[in-house]
Structures are given as C-alpha cells and as structure tokens.
C-alpha cells in the first residue's frame, strides 16, 4: 500500500468521526454567551461613571472660579469697599471663614495682576492688613550661611559684623605701609579710613594699605604750601611813607617790631623774639 | 437559512442564528476535536470552545474563504492549543521502534474503524498523521502549528504511516486492500 493510498482511506473515512455533539453542549455553550454578554456592559457603566465624575470635577472648578470672581454676597462687598477706601481692623476680617478666604483669593488675584497702574491699588489693599506694626523681615535661608566663602563671595562678607581687624604698620621714608590680614572688603575700607585718618598729618608721604584679597591703596597726601615771606605783610602805611615797593624786588631788610629789651647775645638765646626775623629769597636761591 | 445569513445572524449576535450555526457545523467541529482529543469529554470542551471563538470573533471573519472551513480550521487550533500545553512533540521516533500488539490483527478491528486504528499510535505520530493525510497541512505548517523542526514532523509522520500500514494493511487478504 503506498503513501497516497494510506492518506485517501483515513481521508475519505474521517466523516465517520462526525457525531452530532447534542443539545446539552449548545446549552453550555449558551449559558457561557450569555454570562459574557452580560459582563459587557459593566465597561460600559464605568465609562459612564468616569464620564460622570469628570463632569462633576469640571463642574466644582468652575464654580469655584465663578465664585471666586463673583462678589455679590454682603461681607465681599463690605471687604472689598473697604479696601478700596480705609483700613479695616483685624476681628472683623476674621470674623467668618468667607471672609478669609475671599481676602485670600483677593490678594493671590492682585499678585498675578500686578503691574505699574494697579501699584496704588496694592498699596490700599496692603494698608488694610491688620497689623500694622509688623516689620519686614528678610528671609534668609540658614543654608546660605552654610555655604562655601568663596562662591558667595563679597555677597555674604559685607554682610556679616564688622571685626576688630589687626594690621601692622611701617613708617619709612617718605611712605607709610599698613599691612592687614585677610579681610572683607568693608574691613579693608574701614582700615584705609582708619589708617588716613591717623595719618592724615604726614604730609608728604604716601601711604600704602595692602591686605590679601583686596586692591593695594595708594594715597599720597599733599604737602605743606612753603609759607610766605614776610615782605608780604607790609602795610599800606609803610608803603605810603616811602619805604617803597614790592617787597622782594628791592632786596631790602626790613626789621619788624623791635622790643624794648637790650639785645645781647645772652639775652638773644634765652628769650628768643617772638617774631623771627626772616629774610626774604634772593633771586639765586630762587632759581636753584 | 444560507451561509450570509448565517453569518450576518451571528454577527448581530443572534442567538436564534447562533443556534443554527451551532447546529450545521457541530458534527464535523465534534468529528475533528474527536481526531485530536484522547477522550470524548475533551472533544466537546475543544467542541464548546470553538463556537465560543466562532460566536465572539465573528467579526475577524473575512469573507473570503469559506465559513465551515474558518470554523474548522478553529477548532484544529483550539485542538492543538489544548494538546501543546500537555504533549512532547518534540520526540523523534524510528519506524525500526514500531512494535505490533500482539492481538492487532485485521480481524479483530473494523475496517471502517479508523478512530480505533489512529489509537494505535502515539499521541505525537498521531496528530502529525491528522495534519499532513487528514487535514492536508504541509510540513512546513505542522512545524510552525505544534512548535517543531520538520525534521521531526517528517518523522513523526513516517512513524505513523508505517505503523499502520504494518498493523492493519500488511496481510495480502485484507478486505482493505480489495475495496481500493
């Protein structure tokens, strides 16, 4: 028997498997159908209460913000009036819920719109804030002060108290050298103040504040004007009765006040005229 | 009540048409989970989920092929969906392991029998021997179907058919022999 022959005989005989399976599995089959068909809605009524709960939300939200905007019942309206026009005192803004929450509202809504022409409006709004004596304090994050030095830089050192700064200084010749320890830059400032102040008389010299960190000062203070001669002070008197002319062309010696005490070389060291006796530049020593 | 209108029906879900459906199709959807399935429980649970997949994939039918054969075609797979969970198809067989019982004789088995001859085989060589002579399936498919190499299709059917043809067609006397 070949392959072919073996394959078309169970072929043309696998009818005979075919059987009528009865009525008791088609009602299996039924009751399976319809046990699934009613389970089908149920999706269908979760959708429907999805549907409902997000209309319900939508719903609140907009109330919410209708109410928000709406100011019709009494106590907004006394709050409002009195924002607009005179401060009210603390019990009667706490005296209901509403109220609190329609200040609330209010001062968010003002926040947002806050621009150049509202700013008088705020200012009002402000001024009805029951506690009057209340001062501004700024916040500042502990954490700050916890941070590196040197990424807040000047930032922080500015703010922090001044300290007794020590600084070394060197007078030399013609300069003084003031040199610091490590500083902030108001320390450092308060010591350039300081050190011109103490110094302020050495005439002449230039004064150098150095300190790690901060910029080197350099400060020259000015010198003295070299006085006048006392040809200077001839008066009109001396010059109308002949004694002539601009002092230092003439190259004349001019005694001033002469007193009545003999004049010897003891009495010249031990009581010295009190008006020195100064003779005026000659043109030599003028242009050297 | 013709195939559109059956088909329209079940789509609607009627269960009127679902009914009748059930009823034009049933033996032969019964007759071929009988082929696969070892018992007759097994059969009409295979039977059962088949209209099921009928009745609730209605609309996956294209009408492009014959209703009865998409139906059948179901319940093959509902067969070897069922039969994969459980069977190693994966174990190649030799025609040189086949061992005749020893009472399997022409004379004791009915020539029209067929259910009784395929019992003889293995559960494996069976259901290949079901796809490739009864079903027409290629190797190829039966592969792809029970998650085998053809090699072990192409063995499993080569086991069957010799074994059968030893059993029952061996004898120069066979009735069988002579009908053909």
């Known amino acids: 028997m070949s392959d072919n022959e073996l394959y078309t005989y169970f072929k043309d005989r696998s009818t005979s498997f075919n059987e009528l399976p009865g009525d008791a599995l088609w009602g299996k089959i039924e009751s399976t159908l319809n046990y699934n068909s009613a389970r089908k809605p149920f ?95 700024a916040f500042r994050p502990i954490t700050d002060s916890l941070r590196d030095k040197k990424l807040q830089g000047n930032e922080l050192t500015n703010t922090l108290p001044h300290k007794k700064t020590n600084a070394i200084t060197q007078v030399m010749q013609g300069r003084i050298v003031v040199t610091g320890e490590r500083m902030s830059k108001v320390e450092f400032d308060d010591l350039v103040k300081k050190t011109l102040e103490t110094h302020k008389e050495a005439h002449g010299s230039l004064i150098i504040v150095k300190a790690p960190g901060q910029q080197t000062f350099r400060h020259k203070i000015q010198a003295l004007p070299k006085p006048e001669p006392v040809t200077g002070i001839l008066s009109q008197k001396d010059r109308i009765k002949g004694n002539n002319t601009n002092p230092g ?40 | ?80 969906m069922e039969l994969r969970k459980k069977t190693d198809f994966q174990m190649e067989i030799s025609p040189d392991d086949i061992q005749l019982p020893v009472a399997a004789t022409h004379d004791n088995l009915f020539e029209e029998d067929i259910d009784k001859m395929l019992r003889t085989l293995p559960e494996g060589a069976r259901i290949v021997f079901n796809l490739y002579a009864i079903e027409g399936y290629k190797h190829a498919e039966i592969a792809e179907q029970l998650g085998i190499s053809e090699g072990t299709s192409k063995s499993q059917l080569n086991y069957a058919k010799e074994k059968l043809k030893k059993t029952f067609f061996n004898t120069p006397n066979q009735k069988i022999v002579s009908h053909e």
Request: aromatic share 6%; hydrophobic share 35%; charged share 25%.
């Open chain 1, 43 to 137: 999706p269908f009524l979760v959708k429907i209460g999805i549907a409902i709960i997000i209309a319900g939300i939508t719903c609140v939200l907009l109330l919410n913000t209708i109410t928000n905007q709406k100011t019709t019942t009494p106590e907004h309206k006394k709050i409002l009036n009195a924002k607009s026009h005179e401060a009210i005192p603390l019990t009667k803004a706490l005296e209901t819920d509403e109220v609190i929450i329609a200040t609330v509202n209010d001062t968010v809504k003002k926040k947002k719109r806050s621009s150049s022409k509202d700013k008088n409006k705020n200012k009002q709004a402000i001024s009805i804030l029951p506690n009057q004596s209340s001062q501004y304090i």
């Open chain 2, 1 to 80: 009540m013709t195939e559109k209108e059956l088909i329209a029906g079940c789509r609607h879900q009627e269960r009127r048409t679902q009914h009748l459906t059930y009823e034009k199709y049933s033996p032969k959807v019964l007759g071929i989970c009988k082929r696969y399935m070892k018992d007759r429980e097994r059969s009409e649970e295979m039977a059962m989920n088949t209209f099921l997949s009928v009745f609730q994939k209605i609309d996956q039918y294209k009408d492009q092929g014959s209703f009865e054969g998409w139906i059948l075609r179901i319940a093959v797979n509902c067969c070897l």
């Open chain 1, 249 to 288: 062309e003439t190259g004349y010696v001019r005694f001033l006040k002469v007193r009545d005490t003999i004049i010897s070389p003891e009495n010249m060291k031990l009581n010295p005229p009190v008006d020195t006796l100064i003779l005026p530049e000659s043109p030599k020593t003028k242009q050297k």
